[in-house]
């Protein structure tokens, strides 16, 4: 059964880095397509970065390009989000999900195109 674990959430100060991890377990992460997505309190679910790990092809939310940096370490069955110049705005759980093993396809934000999921991890950014 596959099992995602979230690591790495926490609080910093604006202007401040975090880098979360995502542990894949129960199958590999070559050749899937994965995303991270964030969910604030009283807002919707929103995508915000995500890669196909066959390929290594990226996706940002333009709210985040430019700060934020998906990877993947295959050795490690983990994918990463680094996180830099954060702002208050990007407090909320942060999700892993694990999607298609065929690539990463419109609409790319959709929760619906991740079929597992990991429990989250918070991030808080102060002002």
């Known amino acids: 059964q596959v099992q995602l674990v979230e690591f790495g959430g926490g609080s910093v100060q604006g202007g401040g880095s975090l880098r979360l991890s995502c542990a894949l377990s129960g199958d590999t992460i070559t050749r899937r397509c994965m995303g991270w997505f964030r969910q604030a309190p009283g807002k919707e679910r929103e995508g915000v970065a995500a890669i196909y790990t066959g390929g290594g092809s990226t996706y940002y939310a333009d709210s985040v390009k430019g700060r934020f940096t998906i990877s993947q370490d295959n050795a490690k069955n983990t994918v990463y989000l680094q996180m830099t110049s954060l702002k208050p705005e990007d407090t909320a759980m942060y999700y892993c999900?694990?999607?298609?093993?065929?690539?990463?396809?419109?609409?790319?934000?959709?929760?619906?195109?991740?079929?597992?999921w990991g429990q989250g991890t918070q991030v808080t950014v102060s002002s």
């Open positions: 999900a694990a999607g298609s093993i065929y690539g990463c396809y419109s609409p790319l934000w959709s929760p619906s195109r991740y079929k597992y």
